[in-house]
């Protein structure tokens, strides 16, 4: 007949040597190796693969002259009908233009437009006075003039096809390109 | 946008002048436009065919056509193929003459031969012989054969300097590309140019015709002035500062250009040599000088600048010096051409958002609008040699098209045709 007392005895035995198995320790009373450290294991234990942690990922600079420079936040500004003036939201624009420009180090053809009404020539004129005057502005906002070279298209390259108000106003711009 | 049409009778026209010989046409027929002006009636006759097959009779053809439409498109005769019994006009003039065509055609000998061509022109009836010329012409050149004939009769019977062997060279295409191209006055013969995938613009003739200056873009984005050499078709460039390169005109001389470059900061007027060199800068200003042209004898110069706000035309000399405003009225006026006679200068007037083309003599009066609204905008004049016919562009039909206008008769006839655009044409001289 079992006594449930040596059962019982018998389960908590159990439940300690599993505790100690748990503990990944091995008994070690008697190992002559582990004399001085105070319950330290010194066993080799199978290792388990672990993978190499994350590289620190490195700062990769977008190849800015492979790009249109909208695409990295250099944007287009307009004109109002026969101006080369900048007014203060080109100014914006030309302000945050100027900061991503001071921080790369790419080349950008800044091209002057008109919109179709007046002559060829006269237009091409005014279209280099806007590229100008976006250049000049830039510049005095610290981009080096080197890295910005002008051109005009006057009338003849139009972004807008048609002689509406809203056709006109889209095409009279300094129009910032890969060289 | 109507002008106020100035009266005909204002106009200070003159009739262009004809020897003795060539006067009294007997009939003056009233257009239902313009007046029309006194016309020398002419009998072109059927070429008699002495030798040769199909390619004879299509060259006596052809030949004949060339010579019936060349008289007409001069403005200076009343050009008929027969004289029909019951016509009412006079003819006292005729051209006749004969083809000798190749004994075997091409299709048999699989090359082409010439054709000899003979003409005469001649009083009529009485056939006495004022005018004789023997041509050679390949298939090819039958054309060409028949233009140099009819300019010699304009010239003999007008005393007018004839324009049929003349060209116009233009830029056509839209967006990113816009290619030289160049056709005979009379809209045969459209031949390109230039295939170099970027803008070509504002082309100008060399006076002997060997060369055409003209604007285009470089591989960066930058202008630059460039030289096609109109014999084999090659390119080079002739000068490239930093900015605007535009605007050529020759001189009458053809060894040295007028230019608009800005790379001293805003755009001025240069005489350059055909190598690029600078022979001496004209204007100074911090206004955007520009178009400039020269007077038939080179000792002036008419082009325009802004320096009053908004462009207007000026003239100064060879030198720079002497310079004095020509326009007074409009609020933008550019692309002037002086006359080959020297009397006139044309040029495009903006008034709101549309361009016109205007007329008026070389000491600014007379000014004349040549184009009203139903032109809708027109631009870039271009005189042919005659000093009669002026070229432009006009977008009328809603795309910019070439239109030759005769300037006396006030007449237009389109010279472009297609879906493209047409714009800076130049004439040769």
């Not at chain 1, 100690?20 to 319950?39: L, M, R």
């Not at chain 2, 070429?47 to 498109?73: I, K």
């Not at chain 2, 004994?103 to 009083?123: I, K, Q, S």
């Amino acid at each position: 007949m079992f006594n449930r007392k040596i059962l019982f005895a018998l389960a908590i035995i159990m439940m300690l040597g599993l505790l100690t198995a748990c503990g990944g320790k091995k008994d070690v009373e008697d190992d002559p190796t582990a004399a001085g450290d105070a319950g330290e294991t010194t066993e080799t234990l199978p290792v388990e693969p672990v993978a190499e942690p994350e590289p620190v990922p490195e700062v990769i600079t977008p190849d800015y002259a492979a790009m249109a420079p909208a695409e990295y936040g250099v944007e287009d500004v307009f004109f109002a009908f026969d101006q080369y003036e900048l007014d203060d939201v080109t100014m914006g624009v030309l302000s945050r233009n100027a900061r991503v420009l001071r921080e790369t180090d790419v080349t950008v053809l800044v091209s002057g437009h008109c919109d179709e009404r007046g002559t060829i020539e006269y237009n091409l004129a005014l279209g280099e006075k806007r590229a100008k005057a976006v250049k000049d502005y830039l510049v005095s906002l610290g981009v080096p003039a080197g890295r910005l070279q002008i051109t005009s298209y006057g009338e003849s390259k139009p972004f807008a096809m048609g002689s509406s108000e809203a056709a006109w106003a889209q095409n009279r711009r300094a129009h910032f390109e890969r060289p | 946008m109507k002008q106020s049409l100035i009266l005909p009778l204002l106009l200070v026209l003159v009739l262009p002048a004809v020897p003795a010989t060539a006067q009294r046409s007997t009939e003056v027929q009233l257009g239902t436009t313009a007046e029309a002006w006194a016309k020398t009636p002419i009998l072109v006759n059927m070429l008699d065919v002495l030798s040769g097959g199909m390619q004879a009779v299509e060259a006596a053809d052809l030949v004949q056509e060339v010579l019936v439409s060349d008289l007409g498109l001069s403005g200076l005769f009343l050009p008929a193929m027969r004289d029909v019994e019951g016509d009412t006009l006079e003819y006292e003039f005729a051209i006749e003459g004969s083809v000798e065509g190749p004994l075997r055609d091409a299709e048999l000998t699989g090359e082409d031969a010439p054709t000899v061509l003979n003409l005469n022109l001649v009083t009529w009836p009485g056939r006495q012989l004022l005018l004789n010329k023997r041509y050679r012409p390949l298939p090819h050149q039958q054309r060409t054969s028949a233009h140099h004939f009819a300019d010699q009769v304009i010239e003999m019977l007008a005393g007018e300097p004839g324009i049929c062997l003349t060209r116009v060279v233009f830029s056509r295409g839209a967006g990113d590309r816009r290619d030289l191209y160049v056709v005979d006055y009379d809209s045969e013969g459209l031949m390109r140019l230039t295939a170099n995938r970027t803008l070509n613009l504002c082309p100008s003739w060399s006076p002997d015709g060997s060369r055409i200056a003209f604007t285009s873009y470089r591989q960066s984005g930058q202008q630059g002035l460039f030289g096609l050499d109109t014999s084999n078709g090659k390119v080079d460039l002739i000068i490239a500062v930093d900015g605007l390169n535009l605007g050529a005109d020759w001189h009458p001389n053809g060894e040295e250009l007028l230019v608009s470059l800005s790379h001293k900061g805003d755009p001025e007027i240069y005489r350059i040599r055909p190598d690029g060199t600078i022979i001496k800068r004209l204007t100074v200003s911090s206004a955007i000088e520009i178009s400039p042209s020269w007077s038939p004898g080179g000792r002036d110069l008419v082009f325009t600048s802004d320096r009053t706000g908004t462009p207007q035309l000026y003239i100064i000399d060879s030198d720079g010096a002497g310079r004095r405003r020509l326009t007074f009225e409009g609020r933008y006026n550019d692309s002037a051409v002086w006359s080959p006679g020297g009397d006139r200068i044309a040029y495009a007037t903006r008034e709101g958002n549309f361009t016109q083309i205007v007329v008026m003599k070389a000491t600014g009066e007379n000014r004349r609008v040549l184009t009203d609204g139903r032109w809708r905008n027109a631009e870039d004049p271009s005189w042919a040699r005659d000093g009669r016919h002026l070229v432009f562009a006009s977008d009328r039909t809603g795309v910019f098209k070439l239109y030759v206008c005769d300037v006396l008769e006030m007449t237009f006839r389109q010279l472009t045709f297609g879906d493209d655009p047409d714009i800076t044409p130049a004439w040769s001289r």
